[in-house]
């Protein structure tokens, strides 16, 4: 069946019927393919060119609500370049996500009873590849349905071979400038299923009720110079005279401690500065000492300093060259050696027990109800320990100006402009990047060790030691943070490191990066750090950052949520439909700000389809089946257009230069209203009536140029629809007649052309008169309950309006259902007896009602209706003059004076009414 004949089928839009046929089309053809507009002669080599790459999908699950607003934007950018004539490249693809994907896997293999260790690391990663497969081939399967334009064949994995390679030259590269270094410094690691260092952006600091614990330190000397006792005793402080307090959130932190800071000023430990405080359950000795940084106002004025375990006190220790003990290892347990009775235990357990025996000891002073911020990996949601380790690091200060640079010159574009701040804020105060990842999925660190010590990093595995030629090469276990490879992917997709790659030198710098606004740092910035270092240039010109998803009531949507399988797109898709999903999105979506998603509005966005489906059937149905309608171009006689006919073709160009101009200044929710609003206000509810009294009148001679009008606007509105609805603007496009439509597919069809020569702002004020004319004429013949199907007389005073409203006498006739014999259009005109009155813009019009209405019964009606809404009104005086005007809230006194407004309003109108019928 071919299009038209289903758009001609089907009595209501339906998107099950055409928009996986729809998409399976395109993609056989070749659309979503540069070459293929090459191959039709629609762009040459000077032709403007648009690129984007899609923000790749982590292969952990199915596609979210988030994924498919990201995919409705840049899915509507792309074809409207396309539409715009422009060499279009939108690259799809999908990332490896390590951590991500190895703890979905590690999970479904813990719940088969399979242990990653035990597994061992290829064969785990052969697992992670099984999933890979699958997942992937969901994905994909889902962006389908979305509609998405992408050019398939050139897909691309961050794991694929060639990507692969690029991840290891850029390693390399930088390694060898200086850029990359190894070393022990403190990170923050996850000790829970990750068992590895994450970024600071992977840490999500999230509000918790705690404990604030006030413990006291002996301080050596004459009484006390070693515990008395055991540990946990109550002996073991026995002898001490005098004391130190501080307060922690991690009271089994203190087994680490290397000494205890306060400021040289405090009125009670000033003077304890260079003495010895003997460490709790350990004995050991460490010093007291001052720091400019310790607030002696603040607390006990005193901080216990675990240089190994808190990132400030890191930074103390540094200053201060205490040592550095680590007391809790990558499993978050308590080490052997270090934490005496507690070693093997888990670290809160170790908070349980120490607890206990400090307060037998008589060192725990008070216990407080404390709220603060723990972080927590994203990933598997561990209570995440800041630990000293040897990993591999960024440099980022020289590559974070590179990129602020680029954004200030204008070579980079942020919006919204907020965003833009912020960026430099994080820009300005970034540290270096830790980028190894003690995983097994991934890509692993392109460095090798031989046995005595030395590194070799090289793209291509290396036969032996660069320094020393020994060939017994061990390569680093490590694999790198997936967002290092993420970065690289506008230009790692386009082909590079070979910069001779066509794709690399037709579309780099890509146009575009559209995302999130929540992933400005994770991503953005380190593309942008990465791009400007290793290509010498920005990855892309425009980075345009939506906000987030929010159920109705303002809510994130999470997996936890209730109902929360209503918020998967392919089930909001199976109900109504991708287009009414994409169009739901796009008209919702402002740069940089949030949306509560509300399924009323996918209700608007189904009726607004089904509107377009319906009057092109009406159209289609006034076009015989051979019939060869003139096209409506620049050549059609003017002189054959009658009014109505001026002012859509007028609508219709302003139009088509608000939405081009919103669309190149990216405010895409303008245009998509612009658009419905003359789609359905304009085009469907007055110029389609206004064309059916022309097109069957038998009287009419030249019923062509409604037609062609038809044609043209509504071919018009089909192609500036298509970026945002494309599965049923194309059905609708292919069942348009050849005379309407130029080229194969509305896919790759031309954009409107503003036409300056068809504005005409005579026609569109006299055709607005007349709409005036109109809804006041419907207007009086509700009020006064006129039979819809009657044909009414009208007599028109106009003044000097006369030769305005005569040039609109068939409009007004055929849309206010007027009889043609007893119209009247001049001046002067003696208001007839018993019949309703309209005035506007200087007009008068009156409606003669003898013989079309029971006059005495109408009067009666209105008669009763006064006496009800005057009374109404008269309660409504009361209540405001009374007590509620002032003992109310002031929301609820509004709505009240609004209510009798629009009694007294309504009352007016209604003894205006009575008082026409005499």
């Not at 037609?707 to 609708?732: D, F, G, N, Q, S």
């Amino acid at each position: 069946m071919s299009f038209k004949e289903k758009v001609t089928s089907l009595q209501a839009y339906d998107p099950k019927e055409i928009e996986s046929e729809i998409y399976g089309w395109w993609e056989n053809e070749g659309f979503f393919r540069p070459e293929k507009q090459r191959e039709l002669g629609l762009v040459k080599p000077s032709s403007q060119r648009f690129c984007i790459t899609l923000p790749p999908p982590n292969i952990t699950g199915q596609l979210h609500l988030g994924h498919a607003l990201t995919i409705a934007i840049e899915d509507l950018m792309t074809r409207y370049e396309r539409l715009r004539q422009k060499e279009t490249l939108f690259v799809p693809g999908s990332d490896h996500a390590g951590i991500a994907t190895q703890n979905v896997v590690e999970r479904e293999l813990n719940n088969q009873g399979i242990k990653r260790k035990a597994l061992g690391r290829e064969k785990f990663i052969d697992k992670v590849w099984e999933w890979k497969k699958k997942y992937h081939a969901r994905i994909t399967e889902q962006s389908k349905r979305l509609g998405m334009c992408c050019d398939w064949t050139r897909e691309r994995f961050t794991l694929d071979d060639d990507l692969s390679r690029a991840v290891r030259v850029a390693f390399v590269t930088m390694f060898k400038r200086g850029l990359i270094y190894r070393g022990k410094y403190m990170v923050n690691w996850c000790p829970g299923r990750c068992e590895s260092a994450i970024s600071d952006l992977e840490s999500i600091p999230e509000e918790e009720q705690s404990h604030l614990w006030y413990l006291r330190y002996p301080i050596g000397g004459k009484t006390f110079k070693k515990p008395a006792g055991d540990w946990g005793s109550g002996s073991w402080a026995k002898g001490a005279t005098e004391f130190i307090e501080v307060a922690t959130t991690r009271p089994e932190t203190l087994l680490g401690d290397s000494g205890v800071a306060t400021h040289e000023n405090h009125p009670k430990y000033g003077k304890l500065i260079g003495k010895k405080a003997i460490l709790p359950a350990i004995g050991r000795e460490i010093p007291v000492f001052a720091d400019h940084l310790v607030d002696p106002e603040f607390g006990t004025g005193a901080v216990k300093v675990t240089p190994a375990h808190d990132p400030a006190d890191y930074d103390m220790g540094t200053r201060h060259g205490l040592e550095f003990i680590t007391v809790i290892d990558e499993k978050g347990s308590m080490v052997p050696g270090q934490a005496g009775k507690y070693a093997g235990m888990d670290r809160f357990e170790c908070r349980k027990a120490i607890v206990e025996d400090l307060e037998k000891e008589g060192l725990l002073i008070k216990i407080e109800d404390y709220t603060h911020n723990v972080s927590r990996c994203q990933r598997c949601d561990a209570v995440v320990e800041p630990r000293i380790s040897t990993q591999w690091f960024v440099k980022t200060k020289s590559l974070a100006e590179k990129a602020v640079a680029a954004v200030r010159s204008g070579e980079s574009k942020i919006i919204p402009e907020r965003e833009e701040k912020r960026f430099y804020q994080w820009m300005d105060n970034i540290k270096d990047w830790c980028i190894s990842r003690q995983l097994w999925w991934g890509h692993r660190i392109p460095v090798w060790y031989c046995p005595g010590g030395h590194l070799t990093c090289e793209v291509d595995d290396p036969k032996k030691c660069q320094e020393c030629g020994d060939t017994r090469l061990v390569q680093d276990e490590d694999v790198l943070d997936t967002w290092f490879s993420s970065g690289l992917w506008p230009f790692s997709t386009l082909g590079w490191p070979n910069e001779q790659n066509p794709d690399f030198q037709r579309f780099y710098p890509t146009n575009t990066r559209e995302t999130a606004y929540d992933i400005l740092f994770f991503w953005v910035a380190r593309e942008m750090m990465l791009g400007c270092e290793l290509t010498g240039r920005a990855p892309y010109s425009f980075i345009y950052l939506h906000g987030i998803i929010r159920n109705e009531e303002g809510k994130k949507i999470s997996k936890s949520m209730p109902n929360v399988e209503k918020y998967d797109p392919l089930n909001i898709i199976d109900e109504w439909g991708a287009d009414v999903l994409r169009h739901t999105l796009a008209s919702n979506t402002v740069p940089g700000m949030d949306f509560n998603m509300d399924f009323r509005q996918l209700d608007a966005s189904k009726r607004f389809c089904n509107k377009i489906w319906q009057s092109t059937k009406y159209v289609l149905g006034n076009v015989g089946k051979d019939e060869i309608v003139p096209r409506f171009d620049k050549k059609y006689p003017i002189k054959k257009l009658q009014l109505a006919d001026k002012w859509i073709l007028s609508r219709l160009n302003k139009l088509v230069k608000l939405a081009t101009e919103s669309n190149e200044q990216n405010d895409f929710m303008n245009a998509i209203r612009e658009i419905k609003n003359f789609f359905w206000d304009e085009f469907c509810d007055w110029y389609i009536e206004a064309t059916k009294v022309r097109l069957y009148s038998e009287a009419e001679a030249d019923k062509a140029t409604p037609k062609a009008v038809l044609l043209h606007v509504l071919e018009a509105c089909l192609v500036m629809m298509h970026p945002v609805m494309p599965h049923i603007t194309e059905a609708l496009w292919q069942a348009l007649p050849p005379s309407a439509k130029k080229g194969p597919a509305i896919i790759v069809a031309n954009w409107p052309e503003y036409a300056k020569s068809l504005v005409d702002d005579d026609a569109e004020a006299g055709f607005k008169l007349a709409m005036d004319i109109v809804r006041a004429i419907r207007s009086v013949r509700t009020d006064f309950n006129v039979p819809p199907g009657a044909k009414i007389p009208v007599l028109i005073d106009a003044g000097d309006n006369s030769a305005l409203v005569e040039r609109a006498r068939d409009e007004i006739v055929s849309l206010a259902r007027i009889d043609p014999g007893k119209i009247r259009i001049g001046g002067k005109i003696d208001p007839p007896a018993r019949s309703g009155r309209l005035v506007l813009q200087g007009i008068t019009a009156y409606l003669p009602l003898e013989g079309l209405i029971d006059i005495d019964k109408e009067k009666a009606r209105l008669a009763n209706e006064i006496v009800k809404v005057d009374k109404f009104t008269e309660n409504s005086r009361k209540k405001l003059a009374g007590p509620f005007a002032e003992k109310a809230a002031p929301e609820l006194v509004k709505q009240e004076r609004e209510k009798l407004a629009g009694y007294e309003e309504k009352l007016a109108r209604l003894k205006e009414q009575l008082s026409m019928l005499g």
